[in-house]
């Protein structure tokens, strides 16, 4: 049987409109917060006298915000260095005309930086977006976040096998050219072979389809972003196939980097202010007297016995005493607050050096290594999943420069190559190279392996050439000039 998939993905998302999960699009505004310092913690009103006097929002005046640094702590492990055909080195460079475009397509849309904000966001919301499309003779990546409930991409999947059927992005229009269409919502649905344009529908706009007529009930009207646009656009190959999804979705495996830690930043955010107030308190050390009455003055206010250097203090009724209240002991307060930032850390696997203040005795060698043994560890996953929804980035780019550019590329296939996630002990790394070379394992060799890429390698050589041909110049100018008598 034939599946009408313009019906069921319509249908699909029909479904979705009625029953969004706002639960999930909550948290994903609360991770956001979170991520951005802004947590639920009140202050006393003696804390607001000298914590966050310029904060924006009176309710959140402080954080001690790690949740920040366990997800920057991992986008910092992240970095394409380039892409290979499949099964290269790292640090291979192979002549390719596909991996020549992509190199040219990856400078073009600035993914340098372009990566660390999807990663960011993926990191952070769980997932992000590339959307795919073809703007001035070439690919265009467009990094695109997660739906809050307001605005953001969302992957319809199939629910029986988990596949996307297609992707839905909403945002809020600004339009200054057409004030009547400002502040409506967009919405576009990307399909495998297709893509579908709406608005949100205004009272008396006109219906001029039978989609429009299908959909009025829903508060959406189909949009043309030029008059002789198609609707819906085309996305299929010169044989009429279907593109695929211009929806790519880099999925963080586990969810939200920070979703487990939510709750620990809570407990440190509280631990740090009883801190604060206990510090506060022990600043100033409290007198006290005993044995003898209060003394009031004529309007019955009590006269406070003031303290200072070099005053001397007389007290006349022989039960009288004058002692003080000494400070609290704010270590085992310290304790609790480390307890919970090591928590943080034994739970995002973020390493403890990294989360506390930094000091001159930082871990190296064999204690490096297995601090950062989790973080490794989940980083090459991450790189392995990333570098998957890369791939499927440029296959889709291919299939439309061989559509819209000049000639076609050849269909090989390619894998993502990563910069080490490791920190670099540079002793370490060239004792290993060192014996390796020793071993018998050739310079180039372990250059690569020391993390060097093929155009560092190749500059190492061309200098090593130019010290050669600079030697043997040497020794045949001095040869010269003893045949010459002039040595």
Not at 107 to 135: H, K, S
Not at 209 to 227: A, C, F, P, Y
Not at 262 to 271: F, R
Not at 381 to 403: M, P, T
Request: hydrophobic share 35%; aromatic share 10%.
């Amino acid at each position: 049987m034939t599946i009408n998939y313009t019906e069921v993905a319509r249908l699909a998302y029909l479904t979705w409109l009625a029953s969004e999960d706002a639960a999930e699009e909550s948290w994903v505004r609360t991770l956001r917060d979170y991520a951005g310092g802004a947590h639920p913690v009140y202050l006393t009103e003696r804390q607001q006298q000298f914590i966050g006097l310029k904060g924006k929002d009176a309710a959140h005046l402080y954080a001690h915000n790690l949740c920040s640094l366990v997800i920057a702590t991992v986008v910092e492990r992240l970095g394409v260095t380039g892409f290979a055909p499949k099964g290269a080195r790292r640090g291979e460079r192979i002549e390719s005309p596909f991996i020549e475009a992509v190199d040219e397509w990856w400078e073009a849309n600035r993914m340098d930086a372009g990566e660390d904000e999807l990663y960011e966001a993926a990191l952070r919301d769980g997932e992000a977006y590339i959307i795919v499309d073809w703007q001035d003779g070439q690919p265009y990546w467009a990094v695109n976040y997660r739906f809050d409930g307001t605005q953001g991409v969302k992957l319809h999947e199939d629910p029986s096998t988990g596949r996307p059927v297609f992707a839905s992005k909403r945002w809020q229009t600004y339009d200054p050219l057409e004030p009547r269409n400002s502040g409506l919502t967009r919405m576009t649905l990307y399909f495998p072979d297709r893509v579908e344009k709406y608005i949100q529908r205004r009272e008396g706009d006109p219906i001029d389809n039978k989609v429009d007529g299908e959909l009025m009930r829903l508060n959406w009207r189909t949009w043309r972003d030029r008059d002789d646009e198609p609707w819906p656009l085309p996305w299929v190959d010169s044989g009429g196939e279907p593109l695929g999804l211009a929806v790519i979705a880099f999925r963080n495996p586990g969810g939200s980097e920070i979703g487990d830690v939510v709750a620990l930043q809570d407990a440190l955010n509280k631990s740090d202010l009883d801190l604060v107030a206990a510090q506060d308190a022990a600043g100033f050390r409290i007198l006290y007297v005993s044995g003898v009455e209060a003394d009031f003055d004529k309007d019955g206010n009590e006269k406070v016995l003031t303290v200072e250097p070099s005053r001397l203090v007389r007290l006349t009724d022989a039960q009288a005493r004058l002692g003080a209240i000494d400070p609290a002991d704010l270590t085992r307060m310290i304790a609790t607050c480390t307890y919970w930032i090591e928590s943080i850390g034994a739970q995002s696997r973020t390493p403890h050096y990294l989360l506390h203040a930094q000091t001159g005795d930082q871990p190296s060698g064999e204690s490096l290594k297995q601090q950062e043994t989790g973080l490794v560890d989940k980083s090459r996953r991450k790189q392995k999943i990333f570098g998957n929804a890369w791939e499927d980035v440029l296959y889709l780019s291919r299939k439309l420069h061989d559509l819209y550019g000049d000639g076609e590329l050849p269909e090989e296939r390619i894998q993502t190559q990563w910069r080490s996630v490791r920190s670099r002990d540079e002793r370490e790394v060239w004792d290993v190279a060192q014996a390796k070379q020793a071993a018998g394992v050739d310079q180039e060799t372990t250059w690569i392996e020391a993390g060097y890429d093929a155009d560092q390698v190749q500059l190492i050589k061309d200098r090593k050439e130019a010290e050669r041909q600079a030697q043997g110049n040497l020794g045949e100018l001095l040869l010269r000039g003893f045949e010459q008598g002039q040595m």
